[in-house]
């Protein structure tokens, strides 16, 4: 059993910057591939970046490659997602995901464990 909790959304304006954290408890979580995936208000849940238990591979979504970095610490037990460069389209509430798998899931069907989320708005 895996249990998350985001945090580090907030209101930033265009073009800054927020780090978001997602705390992870759990004996095997250093096993798990992790994934952050976003829900903007009327619209499906997006897939934002994921990343091996190991943090060897990383695989982002088309609208934030470039912007956004996908990291952990398996001795904090964190998973970060440092946004850049952050636009008004990116305002959407952040999940973090986890499966117990060495492939590294792109689809939010193929998680098992999520988070509550966390707001992130960018003002224009």
């Known amino acids: 059993q895996v249990q998350l909790v985001e945090s580090g959304g907030g209101l930033v304006q265009a073009g800054g910057s927020l780090r978001l954290s997602c705390a992870a408890s759990?004996?095997?979580?250093?096993?798990?591939?992790m994934g952050w995936f976003r829900q903007a208000p009327g619209k499906e849940r997006e897939f934002v970046a994921a990343?091996?238990?190991?943090?060897?591979?990383?695989y982002y979504g088309d609208s934030v490659k470039g912007r956004f970095t996908i990291s952990r610490d398996n001795a904090k037990n964190t998973l970060y997602l440092q946004m850049n460069s952050l636009k008004p389209e990116d305002t959407a509430v952040y999940y973090c995901?986890?499966?117990?798998?060495?492939?590294?899931?792109?689809?939010?069907?193929?998680?098992?464990?999520w988070g509550q989320g966390t707001q992130v708005t960018v003002s224009s």
């Open positions: 990343i091996s238990w190991s943090g060897g591979s990383t």
């Open positions: 759990g004996r095997t979580w250093r096993s798990y591939a």
């Open positions: 995901a986890a499966r117990g798998s060495i492939v590294v899931p792109v689809t939010q069907d193929e998680y098992s464990y």
